[in-house]
């Protein structure tokens, strides 16, 4: 066996193996998105039965096998209950961990993305900020992080600064309301444009602490619902019962 890797990350999803074993998609900073096995974690005298439920964050000690890695021990420094225990915010978090599934890497850096997870988590877990303000928060920040959110500053065409735009789908960018057609596109009030340059220029951290009026968010969601539609091959299969719950 080779030596013994430790990563922090979280378990985006678990899945029984056999009898006691389970399999879990861990997002880690350090190595992107790894497969990794937990023998005997199904076991209740396990000390991996808690670590490897969906969310768990902190440090894993992994051996690297011939097709995945297997886990040693973890130390988890957060098990963000809050979520757990909430039907409505389980719904949300599973599916802020699939999109985070879909648009990861296997053995690239998982830094960023593990930290807009995490606190994207928090900000669930602790409920001031609407969990659906927080999940498209999450996904538009996720589009910059994988370079596909647009600007919204300054329009494309004409270079003048935006106080208003419309959103072209077959652009996927917003142009002022002077070089996109009447009623084309999705229109982004002042109020959307800011959202939406907060969204791109703020880390992580800080990202999670705003409102918007239910008008402002129609038209950031509508925006975010346009990138996602573009960007992924498939919908996810949490966004059905999101849709039930939200
Ligand atoms: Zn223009």
Partial sequence: MQDALEVTGMVLSSMPIGEADRRVVLLTAELGRISAFARGARKPVSALVSST??????????????????????????????????????AYGCYLAELSVMFSRENADGRALLSLLYFALKALARGKMDAALVRRTFELALFQENGVLPEFSACPDCGRPMMAARFLKSRMQALCTECSPEGAGIFLSRSALYALRFIRETPSEKLFSFTLSEETMREVSETADALLSANLDREPKSLALLQVLA
């Fill in 53 to 90: 439920r969906t969310f768990a964050f902190g440090k894993f000690t992994i051996f690297p096998g011939r097709n995945s890695y297997t886990i040693g021990k973890a130390d988890i420094s957060e098990y963000f209950e809050d979520i757990v225990g909430d039907v409505k915010n389980t």
